[in-house]
């Protein structure tokens, strides 16, 4: 696994004058190469979604062409993403094509006009202390399961656990205090 340390060392370098745009979006990036790098993931396997102030939707930071694609109602009953959120811990769901969800977010063209399914996933809440604002999934795609990898495991959830809450303080501080993907 990649050390996170060369991660945590530069974001402390990057994030000391609070948010910019500039700042929040090389955050968002570097911690989703962090992760692609990690899992062997492409780049549209990684999602971040971030609340809105009054937390009731959930709104893309990352990949970049969600952003613009839409909002995750928290009180969704079918969204994985709000049933993390709500659920307050990680998840794992192995077998994610044939689990109740959006596939709304599926059919959106990612890099090279490619639609991919979603057939595994890995999902954890963004804290900073007792503040949550987000999570972060991470997927495994393909046109069919064979395409898609290895399963997630409880010593990748670990993983993803005990990182992202490192990470998440130098997200908090460069968070925009009004985030709502570019739909507002």
Not at 20 to 39: E, L
Not at 79 to 97: M, P, Q, S, T
Not at 151 to 160: G, I, K, R
Request: some cysteine; overall charge negative; charged content about 25%.
């Amino acid at each position: 696994m990649k050390d996170i340390n060369l991660l945590l060392e530069k974001f402390k370098m990057i994030t000391g004058g609070g948010h910019s745009d500039t700042v929040f979006k090389s955050v968002i990036n570097d911690i989703a190469k962090f992760y692609c790098d990690n899992f062997d993931l492409e780049a549209d396997e990684v999602a971040i979604l971030l609340t809105d102030k009054d937390n009731m939707v959930l709104s893309f930071a990352y990949p970049e062409h969600l952003v613009n694609a839409g909002m995750i109602p928290i009180s969704s009953p079918d969204a994985f993403a709000a049933r993390v959120y709500k659920l307050n811990k990680g998840l794992i769901e192995n077998n994610f094509n044939q689990m109740k969800h959006l596939h709304l977010f599926e059919f959106i063209k990612g890099p090279g006009d490619k639609i991919r399914k979603i057939w595994k996933m890995m999902s954890t809440v963004l804290r900073a202390g007792d503040l949550k604002f987000g999570i972060i999934e991470l997927s495994r795609k393909g046109s069919a399961v064979e395409e898609a990898g290895e399963d997630f495991s409880p010593e990748n959830q670990e993983f993803l656990e005990d990182t992202i809450i490192e990470i998440t303080p130098y997200l908090l501080k460069v968070l925009p205090g009004d985030f709502r993907g570019k739909l507002v």
